[in-house]
C-alpha cells in the first residue's frame, strides 16, 4: 500500500478562486438556461428517469442546491431553508427569475468574503439527516461540483433529444476573459 501525505488544507483556497469557480458555474449555468427557454415547454418538464426525473427539475435542483448552500448552509441557517415545490414553476420565465435571485445573492456573497471566512467551520446536514463538520471552503466546493455533476446530465438529456448543449469547457467561459461573455 503506498502511504499518501494529507496535509491539513483547511481554507487553502483562496477567495479569488471562488469568485472565479462561481463566475464559471454561473455563466454555463446561464446558457443552459438560454438553450432550455428554447425548448417547448413540454420538453423541459418531460419525465426522464432521471435523478430528478425531468430537465425542468434537475434544473431547479442546481439552483436550490447553490441556494440552500451558499446563503444557508454556511451561515449555519440550514433547517430555516425550504424549497418551493417544482410543480409551481409553469414556465422557464419563472425559473430564470429565481435563478437570477440566487445568483445575485451568491455573487454578493462571494463578491465580499472575506480572507479567513473559507476556514470558518460549519454544520452542514444533508437530506438524508447526516451532518458533517466542514469549512464555508468544502461546501462552496460542495456547491460547485453539484452544479457539474448535474450539468453532465443535462448535456446527456440534451443529446438524446437531438439538442447540441451550450458550450461548457472553461475555455468557452473563463471569467478571467469578459469577452467571452456571448461568443
Known sequence: MIARETPDRRGAASCSLFSELYNYSSRVRSRFVN???????EEVEKGREASFQSIKNILLHMIDNEDWIANW?????????????????TNMQMIIGHLNEVQKKTSSYIKDIAEGEPKRRVKFTSSSG?????SVEECLFQSFTEQLYHMGELIALLWQSGVEPPRMQWFWNN?????LRDV
Open 35 to 41: 438553450k432550455l427557454a428554447e425548448l417547448p415547454w
Open 130 to 134: 447526516h451532518t458533517f463538520d466542514l
Open 73 to 89: 448552509v454556511i451561515f449555519n441557517r440550514s433547517a430555516e431553508y425550504k424549497r418551493r415545490d417544482s410543480a409551481e414553476y
Open 175 to 179: 471569467p478571467r476573459q469578459p469577452e
